[in-house]
């Protein structure tokens, strides 16, 4: 995304501390530094030439080394930007948005593993106030997530973009894509595919970010269009949860006679129907769905509800252990694996998984439990 590398000198300004410590040398110095920020954004190539002469002399100047690697990564110089960044955060390692840019930079070098870690240590820190920096490391962290169908994680990071109102053209396709549990990326989508994914995408960023007047409707038009299509009875019945779950539930039955192999759409079903108390079938369903996928906290957690209901303690506690293990930043599965210690009689460990709940919650959602 192009214009999240755009304005680099106003955006490292707000973001990177001046250089504690020593006064930078005077004479060559300070014109090489004047010269480079005056040339950044209208000649990153001009600049970058500058900020490397500048840090042959100052070679601990912290901002010569990200406004560098902002130059190269405007000049799609993405190896030497991810170096410099690499400089800059060991000089300023508590500033969240040198950390996010160096993720980009790893993002383009094909590195996706360290694109993420670096991406949400950025978010983690801080990002700064720019909508389309901010927009440009939720996106992409979302990317990396797709690119190995974890749709629910993807979705937390495309969350914060709805809510705020930064839905581009290329946020939208991923909402769709997502919101589908399509296994491919926005580059990758066929001419044929793109009225689908956008309208998914519209009807999903309404959903989260509670728009109930636009949500409707795109979601009504886009099972009318497409109702054969997998995943649209799934996010039909996402949206009709809360307020209709008996048209909920029809919704998911649907799309497993759609695509039986769909496995959050028999998690819901699942989470439904234990709400109901309908012991049997929740159990059954989410047996399936913890086959279909044995390494899935959310299907071991449903699991581990389903066989709680059914007063089955020592099997859920195997479950949600499970859950424990596979996410145990999920505070839900500690939440229900507590409730099945206590239904067995281990009030001990119940208690310490009681703690570990409260802890965790008011840190974050989990990403991969629903709420009780």
């Known amino acids: 995304m192009n214009s999240a590398a755009s304005s680099f000198a106003a955006l490292w300004l707000l973001l990177v501390a001046p250089?504690?410590?020593?006064?930078?040398?005077?004479?060559?110095?300070?014109?090489?530094?004047?010269?480079?920020?005056?040339?950044?954004?209208?000649?990153?190539?001009?600049?970058?030439?500058?900020?490397?002469?500048?840090?042959?002399?100052?070679?601990?100047?912290?901002?010569?080394?990200?406004?560098?690697?902002?130059?190269?990564?405007?000049?799609?110089?993405?190896?030497?930007?991810?170096?410099?960044l690499r400089q800059g955060v060991a000089l300023v390692p508590k500033k969240g948005t040198p950390w996010a840019f160096l993720g980009l930079a790893e993002y383009e070098l094909g590195n996706y593993r360290d694109a993420l870690s670096f991406l949400l240590k950025g978010e983690a820190?801080?990002?700064?106030?720019?909508?389309?920096?901010?927009?440009?490391?939720?996106?992409?962290?979302?990317?990396?997530?797709?690119?190995?169908?974890?749709?629910?994680?993807?979705l937390e990071q495309l969350r914060p973009l709805a809510k705020a109102g930064l839905e581009t053209p290329e946020v939208i396709e991923a909402f769709g894509l997502t919101a589908l549990a399509m296994h491919t990326l926005p580059a990758d989508l066929a001419a044929s595919q793109r009225p689908l994914i956008q309208l998914a995408g519209r009807?999903?960023?309404?959903?989260?970010?509670?728009?109930?007047?636009?949500?409707?409707?795109?979601?009504?038009?886009?099972?009318?269009?497409?109702?054969?299509?997998?995943?649209?009875?799934?996010?039909?019945?996402?949206?009709?949860?809360?307020?209709?779950?008996?048209?909920?539930?029809?919704?998911?039955?649907?799309?497993?006679?759609?695509a039986p192999a769909h496995l959050l759409a028999r998690v819901q079903l699942a989470l439904l129907l234990i709400k109901r108390g309908e012991t049997k079938e929740s159990?059954?369903?989410?047996?399936?769905?913890?086959?279909?996928?044995?390494?899935?906290?959310?299907?071991?957690?449903?699991?581990?509800?389903?066989?709680?209901?059914?007063?089955?303690?020592?099997?859920?506690?195997?479950?949600?252990?499970?859950?424990?293990?596979?996410?145990?930043?999920?505070?839900k599965a500690h939440f229900y694996l507590a409730q099945a210690y206590s239904q067995a009689g281990r009030s001990a460990d119940a208690s310490k998984e009681r703690a570990e709940f409260n802890r965790l919650r008011v840190q974050q959602e989990p990403v991969t439990v629903p709420n009780p």
């Open 203 to 258: 009807a999903a960023c309404a959903l989260v970010a509670e728009r109930a007047d636009q949500s409707r409707p795109l979601f009504e038009q886009l099972v009318a269009e497409f109702p054969n299509q997998p995943g649209v009875h799934y996010m039909y019945g996402v949206f009709l949860m809360d307020h209709q779950p008996e048209a909920a539930e029809e919704e998911f039955r649907k799309e497993l006679r759609l």
């Open 19 to 84: 250089a504690p410590a020593a006064q930078p040398a005077r004479g060559d110095f300070d014109d090489l530094s004047r010269r480079a920020a005056a040339a950044l954004d209208a000649h990153p190539e001009e600049a970058v030439a500058l900020y490397r002469k500048a840090l042959a002399i100052r070679p601990d100047w912290a901002e010569g080394w990200l406004y560098m690697g902002a130059g190269l990564y405007r000049l799609k110089r993405f190896a030497e930007s991810r170096d410099a």
């Open 125 to 154: 820190t801080g990002l700064a106030d720019r909508p389309s920096f901010v927009t440009s490391v939720h996106y992409h962290a979302a990317l990396v997530y797709l690119r190995s169908s974890d749709f629910l994680r993807a």
């Open 283 to 331: 159990v059954e369903l989410a047996g399936q769905a913890a086959r279909l996928d044995p390494k899935d906290a959310l299907c071991q957690a449903t699991l581990g509800r389903a066989l709680l209901n059914a007063d089955r303690s020592s099997e859920a506690i195997a479950a949600l252990e499970k859950a424990v293990k596979l996410a145990p930043d999920a505070a």
